[in-house]
Structure formats: structure tokens, C-alpha cells
């Protein structure tokens, strides 16, 4: 038998609410399959099953808040049957207190539960006037009309500010600069896209990702977790995009395998990724096991952004906008496509030298943008 867990999504998340399940006992399930919806504090994530087998049992109530790693169905793996599981596994001891929780919990019908969790309603506190006491629909839409509206954004910046403090707090940080010529990368993209179906056409965005990545097998420890006490280097290059949200805050799903990833395919795929993003369908998948974090800010018009590191990561890369500045070239002061590229990197694990060097194989790679 196995235990489904709730799975962290995010460094940052400590608990989940479960909004949907979208399996029942009896069902078979499947790698990839999404099994239920999770609230965090940022967005409605699509939990993912990682094993083949069939749901045995659901131990969460929808609107329930979950702490991650929490166990919140059963599944039997392929071969095994209800019986045999019931034969192997010994009914655990019932906690004293847990029949006068649930004497105090009200009973609330499967549709008003769930209407109360999308409405940010504690089912708990909800006065049932159905028969018996038992919490309607009516009941939970006649709350959410009195009650106020919850601040998703409020809570985001909560969830951002704690990550964003332990950051400061626990890794020592150094940041580095670098200016970055442009002329042949934004030459190769005109002439790319001028040739190219509309599907096919690329960001510049795309091109300093693609960068990034490939220079990460060179600097591998920038690319990882400290975890331990110790630095765990990254399996692959499996980047974080940091993305603003509409209403407010950021998150940073994850792109995998750019180095290994064709420019168009990874256009296509981070675009997919930053319409979810906003849309607020995401997947689990997409929310965990990033090496380094890419922040680009130049749509916001800003220079450069030296970013805070993303923990556990050890290292965050940023870029500013792409513009025309003043440039010598062959002895001659010229205008030039230029971008500011920056690294801010965890001190324990790599040192300026090391993130200096990093810094110019990303503008060696962009001098050929046909190789990327």
C-alpha cells in the first residue's frame, strides 16, 4: 500500500487547503494524473500522482487545511487488494480526543464544504439550519455574503516575506555585474523571426534562458540546494522563472531540461508556463526541484535587478531590460544593444571569482546565439 503525501510546492509553503478531489475510491491512477486541487497561499495548484494504482482511500475532507508531507489518501499498488491490505495493516489506536472533535465538527454537505473552501469560509464556524444541523450550500453563500472578502494577495506577501527574511537571514549573499553586448544575439533573433511562422518566433527572453542553462554545466555549483549543511548539486538544468501575478506577488514554476531544450520548444513552454501561471493552473510538477532562480525585470523598464536567492537554492540570476547604450567597439564609441546580466550567489558553496567566470561564459554563449 502506499501513502500519498501532501508534496511541499514550494520551499516556501508549510500547508496546503484541499479544494477538490478530483479521484474517488476505486479508481485507477496513473503517473502524471492529477488527483486533487491544493489552495496554498499563492495559487489553486493540480496535485499530481507519482505511482500507478487505485485509490483505497481518501483520509482528507475537502476545505481541510493540510500540513505538507501529511498523508492524505491510500493507494494500492497494482497486484494488491483491499483485503490484503486490511490483513497486513493493524487499525491504528483512535486518540482520545478525536471523538470530541468530531462531536464539535458540523456536519456540512459534500457541495456546501467545497463552496466554502473556494470562498476562504472556516466550515467549522458555519451555523447549519438543513435538517439536523447540517450546514446547505445556502447556508455557506448567506456567510460569504456578511463575511469579508479574504485577501489572497495579503497572504502571498506573507508567504513571500517569510521566504524572502529566512533568505537574508541564513545565506550569506555576494552579487556581481555584468554588462552584455547584444549586437549579434539581436541580429540572429530579426532574421530568425523574420523567417519563422508566428508559432516559431522567439523572445530574447528565451535566448538569455537558454544561455544560462548551458553555462550552468560548466559552473555546476551554482546550480543546487544547501541542504544539510552541505551543497547538493542540481540533477539537471532545471531552471525557476520568476513570474508576476496579475493580482499582485510572484511565483516561480519551473522550466526542465533547458539546456537540453530546443529554443522554439522552450519558447513554447515557457509561454504555456506564464499563461497557467496567471491563470492559476499549475501543476505540482511544475513547483519544485529548480537549481537557481532567472528573474528578468526588463518589461518594468528597470536597468538591472541584483534579486534575493530563492532557498534552498544558492544562486539567482537576474537581467534588466535590453536597450541602446553608449559602446566602445574597435576603438570607437558606438550605440549598442546591451543588457545588464547579475548573479546573486551563496557564499558558503561558490566565491566572486567563480561567479565572475560564470557570468562570462553567459556572454560567450550570447556572442554565437546560433549555437544556443
Known sequence: MIEFKLPSLGADMDEGTLLEWKVHP???V??????????????????????????????????????????????LEPGESPQSV??????????LAAENLSARRPKISPAARKRAAELGLDASQLQGHGPHGVVTLE??????????????NQAMRRTIAAAMSRSKREIPHYYLS?????????????????????????????LLLKAVALALRDYPQLN????????????DTDLGVAIALRQGGLVAPVLRHVADTSLTDLMRELSSLVERARSGSLRSSELGGAGITVTQLGDQGVDSVLGVIYPPQVALVGFGRIGERPWVKDG?????????????????????????????????????????
Open 178 to 206: 555584468e554588462t552584455i553586448a547584444l549586437d549579434k544575439a539581436m541580429a540572429w533573433l530579426q532574421a530568425h523571426n523574420a523567417q519563422s511562422p508566428l508559432p516559431e518566433r522567439l523572445l530574447s527572453g528565451v
Open 26 to 28: 476505486g479508481d485507477a
Open 224 to 235: 543546487g540546494s544547501w541542504q544539510d549543511n552541505g551543497f547538493k548539486p542540481a540533477a
Open 139 to 152: 447556508d455557506v453563500e448567506a456567510a460569504a455574503r456578511v463575511a469579508p472578502e479574504p485577501d489572497r
Open 86 to 95: 486490511r490483513r497486513m495493516v493493524k487499525p491504528a489506536p483512535v486518540p
Open 332 to 372: 570607437q564609441l558606438c550605440v549598442m544593444p546591451t543588457v545588464i546580466s547579475s548573479l546573486s550567489a551563496d557564499h558558503r558553496v561558490s566565491d566572486g571569482h567563480y561567479g565572475a567566470r560564470f557570468l562570462g561564459e553567459v556572454r560567450r554563449l550570447l556572442q554565437t546565439p546560433e549555437n544556443l
Open 30 to 75: 496513473k503517473p502524471g494524473q492529477v488527483i486533487a486541487v491544493v489552495d496554498t497561499a499563492k495559487a489553486a495548484i493540480d496535485v499530481e500522482c507519482w505511482h500507478d494504482g487505485t485509490v483505497l482511500q481518501l483520509l482528507i475532507d475537502v476545505g481541510a487545511k493540510v500540513p505538507v508531507g501529511t498523508a492524505i489518501a491510500q493507494l
